[in-house]
């Protein structure tokens, strides 16, 4: 069953349209982790505790 | 020497396809959808800041200080106006300046940007980041009188805790400032590195706007596009910031759905005289007017008493070398620069409790006449409030307002709204009458 279904992921991927998509999607997920990674500390200041009250 | 690099069997089979380049199309797909994505959730951030808007007057957001895309949508309404400050702004009352004109009853309601332990040197770079927005837009601005006492910069834990990235960005790299402000505050701001160790951009605008050399300058010009691009995915993510703010379930509707609508003010000092009866019961374990609680908590065993003046020589040290001024002035004139209409209050001193512990009235004056000086020399219009230092009811410690203050600053707030301006600022008799409340001296407006 292995075997069949690794077959058929080769068949599938060998086609350049379902390449194309793959890849859209692999680089797609690489610039959302880049944004997730470097734009949520921006708003992130260090706490501190406020003494004036 | 290296090992032969066999042909890709997509070599052979796209040469001359025009697929050579099975990767070119993909990512270029990729970034279009990330484009499209950050679009639509730009959109949706600003329809969401629209119609919101107006529930930011009743329930204040969070950080609303670092958040410049609410800041600037407050500023395109009309009937908002901008309450910047420190802790005294955002500590709640039941007669706080939100409460007191939730409903717009005289045609507007304040936005309270406020931050705890936030000094001028941190108003000073959120108003600079709305840039020509600002102009013809009124401006409140609250200052501490103890501020200016002190002599030392502000600590780095509460600058860092309050510092926004976005709103430091858009000074540095500010089209609408003198090179002149823009270096004041660069060396100020190089004062917390802390701050700017994640961005490595902004330390060094902020390096070379310092610098008075040519070279300095030359290489700001040169770094100045590539902060304008740093500033645009700044805003982006500020946006994004604000729209998590927004999508709060407890944030209440619009106030102004269920407001009655315009109507003549109430009777401001009835409603002085009101809160300051109820103050009464909840500030007598002691003689200074302090909250009963605050008392308990800072002064377990009462103040040190020192001797009348004792302290006064090193008051007036600190008074005249603290940094506060320096910041409050290029406030001002970040303000003027931008076309603001800016109003002054300051929360006076508690001068009752400032006797008890050796400084005088003849110290506390240097400080109100210097504010004065200042706001005079930048034609703006001030109200100090120096005729409470002796008020029990109007402060609940040292700096920050009770019920009593809060109806006397937002009856000042109202009238600026409405263009009063001069003694017109003030709760109290009319001019040149006799009444328990004598007139401060605010200066007159430009």
Redesign the interface.
Known sequence: VIANWYATLLTVAAN?WV??????????A???GL?FLY?K???Q????V?Q?? | MGHPVPDHPDRGAAAGSGASTPHLLPAAAAVLLLALAVTAGYRTARRAERRLMHAVTTAPVSDLAQRRALQLEACRRHDLLLVYGSSEVVIEDPRHVSILLRDYPTGFAPVAIGQKAGRCVLHVQHLAALGRALRGKKVVVSLTATNFFEGNSMPADPYAGNFSRVSANELAFSTDLSAGVKQALARRMLGYPKTLEDDPLLAFALRQLADDSLKARALYYAALPLGRLQVRLLRLQDHWGALGCLHDPNLPPDPRAAAPGPRPPGNWLALAARAEREYRGRSDNNPFGFDNDLWRIRFPFGPHANPPGVRDANVRQSLAQAPEWDDLDTLLRVLHELGADPLLLVTPVKGTFFDRIGISADARRVCYDRLRALAREHGVPLVDFDDHDQDRAFLVDNSHLSSKGWVYYTYAMDAFFHGRRGRDLLLGPTPGGEGDYPAAEPVTSR
């Open positions: 350049p390449r194309a998509v793959g890849l859209t999607l692999y680089y797609l690489i610039l959302a944004v734009g500390r921006h708003f200041t260090p706490p501190f406020y004036g009250f």
